[in-house]
Structures are given as structure tokens and as C-alpha cells.
């Protein structure tokens, strides 16, 4: 017995390892080889044994031990069977969550740039000039910007600006995702919300992430609004000038002030909405806010998280458009200093603010809406 026994333990050692990737046809396959094993299993012991137990009334035993074999090798293949199909499947399902992140950052970047491209030309505009800024200026830019050069050139270098904000929207949501599951293993909160600091952690490590992923096409974004058509023709354009006459160096002029922007401005805006989600959840009782809740979740979210970062921002822009608008290239202590000593600080730093009040709300609550009103559907039809 304890022979028969062994050989099918040989014979399930021997079987192919199904592959993972085809596990649609992984349990009807072993069925099919569970079948055969126990069938030789069953004649090897009946014709092994039946020599060696020719005694009479011997017949009832061997046909009990074939059946309780029979019983022992099923549980056993069926526990390697199920085993296998559960980690086949499982390992895509991770896969499926990270696609779906990017898939649903990607689109929320895109709508909600889109949706303010022509106030984000004007705001940059005015950041990279000394002119004041005031909401009667802005008007007034927008206007004759549209009766000189036609209605579709206030989203002139939106083209750019989708080539960096879907890699960038997809790569910094898709992050956060990861870094909160990362810091909710390491504090011990798995699936659960995380405590502040790591959540603006969280937020921050998602940003500076995705900015250091994408910078060089923040870069031509920027040149490409501030310059008229003539100078930039398309996006290949703008690399190839600046790589012949600047050096391939321009491309990263402005990242360390871009990083150091990013850290307030993506942990805070992460931080405040799900801040707000959670207390959402805490005092309402319902699992989800409504889409407009989100919305003025979001808007919240943009507000602080641009009005903390907003000075950086405009040194940024001033260092990546130094080329092409008479500054002269300097550090990130430089670049600040003449901008205070020629507007001051105020006037200078926070430049375009109130602009920005306007469209990074609308803007921020636009893409956290949309991140997660895809996540709910793609989860919904995944499932």
C-alpha cells in the first residue's frame, strides 16, 4: 500500500507546473490529469496487489484501500489546484489596480487642465513679466489674445501641456495609491485611512515622484505659452531649439525650485482631501461623498495647497523661460532676489495669485473628482 502510495506521489511530482498567465485553463486541465492519476494509480495498486493478496476475501480490502486512496490524492491535487488558481489570479488582480490608477490619473489630468488651459496661459504670462498683475489685465489679455490671434490660441501649448500633465497626473495619482499602501503596512494601518503625517507624506512622496518623472515637458510647456507661434512651432521644436542653442542642461533649469513647490503643494492638497473624506465619512455615515461633495473637497485641497506653494512656483517659472524672455539664468536665491528687488515681495511672489484662486480650485476639485468617480466604475465593472 505504502508503495502504491508513492508512485502517485511520484506521478503528481513529475505533472508540467501549469503556467500562472493561463490560468483560465489551469483547474479544467488538472481535473483532466487528476483523472488520470488516480486511474493509474488505482490499476497499479489493483494489479499490484492482487499477486501478492491472492488469498481469498483479500478482494474487499484492496478495493477499500483503492478507494480511500483515491479520496486522500483528491483532496491533495484539489488543495495544489485551488492554490494555484488562487495565486494565478490574484497577481493580476495587483496589476489591474495599478492600470486602472493610471488610467483614471491620466484622464483626470487631462479634463481638468483642459478645463482651465486659457486662465493657466494668462497666469503665466504674467508670472514670467513685470507687469502687474490685475483681474482687469487678465480680462483684457484674454481678450485682445483672442481678437489678434483667434479663440483657439488661449489654449495655445495645451498640446504640451497634455503630453506632461497625463504621465504626470497618471504616474502622481498611481504613486499616492502605492505610498499609502507602503506607509499604511509600515504604521500598521493596512486598509485603513492613514494619520496625518503619513498622509501628507503620502501626498508629497506621490508628487516630487512624478515631478522628477516628467519635468522636461513642464519646461516646454512654459515656453511654448509665453512665446508667439513663430519662435515654437510644435513640441519637438521647442527640444530641439533648446538643446542646440541652451544645451540639453536647460531642460532641468528650475527643477530643484519644481521640487521643493511640489513637496507643500502635492502633501497638502492629498492631505486635505482625504482629510475631509474621512471626516465625510466620520459625520455623514455614508461611505462615499456625492460628486459635488468631492468637487468642493478638491477645491479645498487646491486652494491651500497652491496658495502654500505659490512663490516657489513663480521662481520656477522665471527660471524656465529666462532664455526666451531677456533674464539672465541664476539660482533659485538669485532668481528670487531680483524679483523682490525689482516688484517686491508680495507684488512679486504672489504674482497672479488671485488667478490662481480661480483655476486651481476648479482645476484640483476637477481631477480628484474624476480620479475617483473612474476608480468607483472601474472597480464596479472589473467585479
Known sequence: MKCQLLLLLLLMLLLPNPDPASASGTIGRDSSVLDHCLTLASVGIVGLSLPLFSTPGMGNGVQEGSVRLREDAEAVLSGAVSSKASTA????????????????????????????APLDRTKIIFQVSSKRFSAKEALRLLYFTYLNEGFLSLWRGNSATMVRVIPYA????SAHEEYKCILGRYYGFCGEALPPWPRFLAGALAGTTAASLTYPLDLVRARMAVTPKEMYSNIFHVFIRISREEGLKTLYFGFTPTVLGVIPYAGLSFFTYESLKSLHREYSGRPQPYPFERMVFGACAGLIGQSASYPLDVVRRRMQTAGVTGHQHGSILKTLRSIVREEGAVRGLYKGLSMNWLKGPIAVGISFTTFDLMQILLRQLQS
Open 89 to 116: 489570479t490574484s497577481l493580476p488582480r495587483d496589476h489591474r489596480q495599478v492600470l486602472s490608477s493610471l488610467l483614471s490619473g491620466a484622464l483626470a489630468g487631462a479634463l481638468a487642465k483642459t478645463a482651465v
Open 170 to 173: 497618471a504616474i502622481q495619482f
